[in-house]
């Protein structure tokens, strides 16, 4: 019981409250779908080379895997940022949760790479962003 003279709850049925006393003789038969909060997600970005120093030119490849508790699909998109700028959205596999993209360090200076996932269905996942990844070219 969830209180005094109410009945138990029927999920499966929908909500509807029906008092068990005279005296309350009034009834909701209004289905009510109720949502848990967005299942969060994890975002983690490994690059190849390995972050560090490299000569400008180097060809970057850069992977963003999205993790849940929840069992993939991850449905959603990936997009990497060198800083603030954004590199675009990668080719994203929600079955796998992986986005890759290739990025090329063109100028003597350090470039810090990030993966941002944004979920089709903010209801159902949280957004995450990956911690970063630094590579300094021409600074050795």
Not at 19 to 46: D, E, F, I, Q, Y
Not at 49 to 60: E, F, I, K, L, N
Not at 102 to 116: E, L, N, P, S
């Amino acid at each position: 019981m969830l209180k005094s003279g109410w009945p138990d709850w029927k999920p499966e049925k929908g909500i509807s409250l029906a008092p068990t006393h005279a005296s309350r003789a009034l009834r909701s038969t209004k289905r009510v779908c109720a949502w848990g909060p967005a299942v969060a997600t994890t975002t983690t970005l490994t690059g190849d080379p390995a972050p560090g120093s490299v000569d400008p030119g180097t060809s970057v490849t850069l992977t963003a895997t999205v993790t849940a508790i929840s069992t993939a699909p991850y449905a959603g998109s990936m997009h990497f940022f060198d800083g603030t700028t954004d590199l675009g959205a990668a080719t994203y596999d929600p079955a796998t949760g992986v986005a890759t993209i290739r990025a090329t360090i063109k100028t003597c200076t350090t470039h810090t790479f990030t993966a941002t996932f944004t979920p089709a269905d903010p209801k159902a996942l949280t957004a995450s962003v990956s911690g970063t990844l630094t590579y300094s070219a021409g600074a050795y």
